[in-house]
């Protein structure tokens, strides 16, 4: 009988197991964006001026803007301060959405990476992070 009961848990186990697998994976993809994008406002800003002007923010906002972005992807791919760095990094991300939608880019690629990347940051905790699936059940 136990057996029987065993087997009937390694779906349930090996499914769990995918998720949270599937979960750092999509976590580790938003660490590296942040991490890039961090590191491109910190050590060549030049690159993204033009972006920074079309958006009314001055380059010097770079050295404000890159440690932050730094300090959301750390909290993030931490375990423990996860859901915190998990809500920093959508606040940044809604700010990016903002600043677009503030001069009239909907839909630019910009916005859609934004989106995409905060829809990551929750997906990949919901599914790495069991305390967040009891917090949020979306399956009974």
Do not use: K
Request: net charge neutral; charged share 10%.
């Amino acid at each position: 009988m136990s057996e029987t009961m065993n087997q009937h848990h390694l779906p349930e186990a090996m499914t769990t197991h995918r998720a949270s697998w599937a979960g750092r994976l999509m976590s580790a993809i938003v660490v590296v964006a942040l991490v890039a994008d961090g590191t491109i406002q910190l050590f060549a800003p030049g690159q993204i001026a033009s972006t920074l002007q079309e958006t009314g923010f001055a380059i010097d906002l770079t050295r404000i803007v890159g440690p932050i972005i730094f300090v959301c992807a750390i909290l993030y791919a931490i375990p423990a301060t996860a859901a915190l760095g998990a809500i920093l990094v959508t606040g940044f991300l809604g700010g990016a959405i903002c600043a677009h939608v503030r001069i009239n880019e909907f839909g630019s690629p910009p916005e859609l990476i934004s989106l995409l990347l905060g829809a990551m940051t929750w997906g990949g905790l919901y599914l790495r992070d069991p305390r967040m699936r009891a917090i949020v059940p979306l399956i009974h």
